[in-house]
């Protein structure tokens, strides 16, 4: 990889960066087990395996001193009373921080730290989300026909641990409620799913 400074631009309204070298797109499919109304999910998946967010990636080294950073995308709809979010994970390497600019859309950052501390962040045009070391995230897009697009930008090394959030959740979810949005307890929260 030729390693000189580069520009790229995010025109609007796509926000799609000029150039990018991945595009990651995350079907119902790939989160099984994530959503809380299991037999709501089932029921959508047998239709269709909504497409729930993409990711636009700007290609660097893996390597400690450089910075990852790309678009995400996470699109409107529900699971049940759910909306869609990402998968989210804690970084690999965990004392790795993350930055997120939200550029268009509505919703949430759901974070928590491996002592369960928990913090629901909201995303709008213009807010900048510093998820600390430690903390795992996940976006949530709450609108209800406007996609979620964030800008984000994280040290080279940190890779992602999926694992376990797919095994125990989130400790909070972001539900449509009879009173509106609402954050709440996660009902099937285990540790390390046991
Ligand atoms: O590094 C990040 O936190 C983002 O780029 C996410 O990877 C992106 O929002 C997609 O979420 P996830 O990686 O949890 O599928
Ligand atoms: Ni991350």
Not at 78 to 96: I, P, Q
Not at 145 to 152: G, H, K, Q, S
Not at 173 to 178: I, T
Request: glycine share 8%; charged share 25%.
């Amino acid at each position: 990889m030729e390693n000189f400074p580069f520009a790229f631009i995010l025109p609007t309204p796509s926000l799609i960066p000029s150039a990018h070298d991945n595009h990651i797109e995350r079907r119902l499919s790939a989160l099984r087990g994530q959503f809380s109304d299991q037999a709501a999910y089932e029921r959508i998946l047998a239709q269709e395996d909504t497409l729930l967010y993409e990711v636009y990636e700007i290609q660097r080294p893996h390597e400690s001193g450089e910075l990852l950073t790309g678009i995400s995308i996470v699109h409107p709809g529900k699971v049940g009373s759910e909306f869609f979010m990402t998968k989210g994970h804690f970084h690999a390497v965990l004392d790795t921080a993350e930055v997120y600019l939200c550029m268009k859309g509505e919703g949430f950052m759901v974070m928590e730290n491996p002592q369960g501390e928990c913090r629901v962040e909201k995303l709008a045009p213009g807010e900048v989300l510093y998820v600390p070391p430690r903390w795992a995230h996940r976006s949530v897009c709450t609108a209800r026909l406007e996609d979620l697009v964030t800008f984000f930008i994280y040290p080279g090394h940190s890779g992602h641990d999926y694992g376990t959030i797919e095994q125990q959740g989130f400790r909070k979810l972001v539900v449509e409620g009879e009173a509106g949005i609402e954050i709440i307890d996660n009902p099937r929260w285990s540790k390390k799913g046991s």
